[in-house]
């Protein structure tokens, strides 16, 4: 999602390396008693990435070229 901005900006940012999949930096922040909400959330993510509906939606917001589970 920041490649049309490296592109935008004439030689002064530019993108390096391979695509990797998000982590560090995203996430949902939820009370440490919420034990229940957390497993809810946990198995919606697994279930996604598992009948490939997450990386649909990355592709579809973050473009092609986003790293995918």
Not at 5 to 11: D, F, L, M, R, T
Not at 33 to 41: H, I, N, S
Not at 53 to 64: P, Q, R, V, Y
């Amino acid at each position: 999602f920041l490649l049309p901005k490296a592109e935008e900006s004439g030689g002064t940012l530019m993108v390096v390396g391979e695509p990797v999949p998000l982590g560090g930096g995203v996430g949902m922040g939820l009370r440490e008693t919420d034990t229940e909400l957390k497993g809810k959330f946990d198995a919606a993510i697994t279930s996604m990435k598992e009948d490939g509906s997450l990386n649909d939606l990355l592709i579809k917001w973050f473009g092609e070229g986003i790293g995918t589970y």
